[in-house]
């Protein structure tokens, strides 16, 4: 059974950079793609970037283009979001994902993602 588990978020002010932390266990990491979505309140989950098993393709979200890099460390098990220059409006949970299906390239969509962490808190005051 995958888990994986958040870290790294908190309260950062405008500008500032942080970087979330998603360390996985149970399954052959090394072999799957993952993503990074984010919820704010009374909002939907969306996609905020992906990478490929090896991490050598990464997708971004439009908003947040340009601020953030995803990456990964295969021998640690883990996928890291780096985001610069925060907003207030990248204030949401984040959770990170891994695709469904091992050796597949990375999407958008909630669906073809089959487990998933708790989620860290990230809030961007102004």
């Known amino acids: 059974q995958v888990r994986l588990v958040e870290s790294g978020g908190g309260l950062v002010q405008a500008g500032d950079s942080l970087r979330l932390t998603c360390a996985a266990s149970?399954?052959?990491?090394?072999?799957?793609?993952m993503g990074w979505f984010r919820q704010a309140p009374g909002k939907e989950r969306e996609f905020v970037a992906a990478?490929?098993?090896?991490?050598?393709?990464?997708y971004y979200a439009d908003s947040v283009k340009g601020r953030v890099t995803i990456s990964r460390d295969n021998a640690k098990n883990t996928v890291y979001l780096q985001m610069d220059s925060a907003k207030t409006q990248d204030t949401a949970v984040y959770y990170c994902?891994?695709?469904?299906?091992?050796?597949?390239?990375?999407?958008?969509?909630?669906?073809?993602?089959?487990?998933w962490g708790k989620g860290t808190q990230v809030t961007v005051s102004s």
């Open positions: 990478l490929t098993w090896g991490g050598g393709m990464t």
């Open positions: 149970g399954r052959t990491f090394s072999s799957y793609s």
């Open positions: 994902a891994l695709r469904n299906r091992p050796g597949t390239t990375p999407t958008r969509f909630l669906g073809d993602y089959d487990a």
